[in-house]
């Protein structure tokens, strides 16, 4: 008599996040396995405190161990992951002075990115900010957060380029990055909501050449982004360290 396969005792891991690296995939192997470990930290598959399984990783990506330690390596570097004595590798908790420090780098940046962009009031960068936020609308509308948070990411591009400045484009780019994670806990559909009416205040303040408005419209708008980090906080603590 023939049974069904039972298929109770498949486990979902958060390793299920990781592909198996392809034959003939390009680039190296740690660059694939540092991409898809980066990927899967940044959008919290791998929790802030969580240790790592090499071995789970190995056998996920169909990989030997060299490229997963030389890729935790650069994870290392960059302050997404750090070694324990004795213990392992472990997801770094999500550290909140960092935060703190990066907003404040991205608030003084970005405030005056504002503030210049609305002094030139230039037609073309009004157009490609128009356009973004009617793309913001439609995710918003569908529900595709993935493409609301892309969108979000391409107004700020928008409006950095506009003053072309491409170190202060760097610095801000630099710090965007490291609050990657914490901007994942915050995709709530009522932050994205919150999120589009703030880019809309901004954009008419710089529509209408009001260079102060359109800089405490920044100003706020990342002030809202510290405050939802609060509340995170509460809810997960286990996800921070002080």
């Known amino acids: 008599m023939s049974t069904s396969p039972d298929t109770s005792s498949v486990i979902s891991t958060p390793y299920d996040a990781l592909h198996k690296i392809k034959s003939g995939e390009r680039g190296s192997l740690t660059d694939a396995v540092e991409a898809a470990l980066r990927e899967a930290i940044v959008t919290l598959a791998l929790e802030p405190g969580m240790m790592i399984d090499k071995l789970a990783?190995?056998?996920?990506?169909?990989?030997?161990?060299?490229?997963?330690?030389?890729?935790?390596?650069?994870?290392?570097?960059?302050?997404?992951?750090?070694?324990?004595?004795?213990r392992?590798?472990?997801?770094?908790?999500?550290?909140?002075?960092?935060?703190?420090q990066h907003l404040f780098i991205r608030s003084a940046l970005e405030v005056e990115t504002v503030r210049g962009v609305a002094s030139l009031r230039d037609a073309t960068v009004l157009d490609a900010l128009a356009l973004n936020l009617d793309q913001q609308r439609a995710a918003l509308k569908?529900?595709?957060?993935?493409a609301f948070h892309a969108l979000d990411l391409a107004f700020h591009e928008i409006l950095l380029d506009a003053i072309n400045l491409p170190r202060v484009k760097e610095i801000v780019a630099v710090s965007r990055s490291a609050l990657d994670r914490a901007?994942?806990?915050?995709?709530?559909?009522?932050?994205?909501?919150?999120?589009?009416?703030?880019?809309?205040?901004?954009?008419?303040a710089i529509k209408n050449g009001k260079t102060d408005l359109a800089a405490k419209a920044m100003h706020d708008h990342l002030d809202q982004v510290i405050a939802e980090l609060r509340r995170s906080t509460q809810e997960r603590p286990d996800l921070f360290a002080p």
């Open 57 to 86: 990783v190995c056998e996920r990506m169909g990989v030997s161990r060299f490229p997963v330690s030389a890729a935790l390596a650069r994870l290392e570097h960059a302050g997404l992951v750090e070694v324990l004595p004795q």
């Open 88 to 100: 392992g590798t472990r997801v770094k908790p999500i550290m909140l002075e960092d935060i703190h």
């Open 142 to 146: 569908s529900g595709q957060r993935l």
């Open 183 to 204: 901007r994942q806990l915050l995709a709530s559909p009522e932050r994205l909501v919150h999120t589009l009416a703030e880019h809309e205040r901004i954009f008419e």
